[in-house]
């Protein structure tokens, strides 16, 4: 079982930036994909962005060139640094990382963006 809590949600005004972290109880290393989701209220959770063991990236259309995300394996966590904020951006955010066939979520961490 892997244990992932999710920090630094909060409000922001639009145009600021905030950087979400992710600990993961158990080595990056372990994990094939690591990412970013979110849901805001009525609507469908969506990927914000992922990163593969690899190093590769992708991130969702709404977000390129805003946001960036990253991992450091000194301190297990998986990062997403948000730039530019909007209001649509207006979130619960999930981390999410994949150990095939097994994927573990973690709890959330509201992000709120005033106009």
């Known amino acids: 079982q892997v244990q992932l809590v999710e920090s630094g949600g909060g409000l922001v005004q639009a145009g600021g930036s905030l950087r979400l972290s992710c600990a993961a109880s158990a080595s990056i290393y372990s994990f094939d994909v690591m990412g970013w989701y979110r849901q805001a209220p009525g609507k469908q959770r969506e990927l914000v962005a992922i990163i593969t063991s690899g190093g590769s990236t992708n991130y969702a259309d709404s977000v390129k060139g805003r946001f960036t995300i990253s991992r450091d394996s000194a301190k297990n966590t998986i990062n997403l640094l948000m730039n530019s904020l909007k209001p649509e951006d207006t979130a619960l955010y999930y981390c999410?990382?994949?150990?095939?066939?097994?994927?573990?979520w973690g709890q959330g961490t509201q992000v709120t963006v005033s106009s």
């Open positions: 999410n990382v994949r150990r095939t066939p097994t994927s573990y």
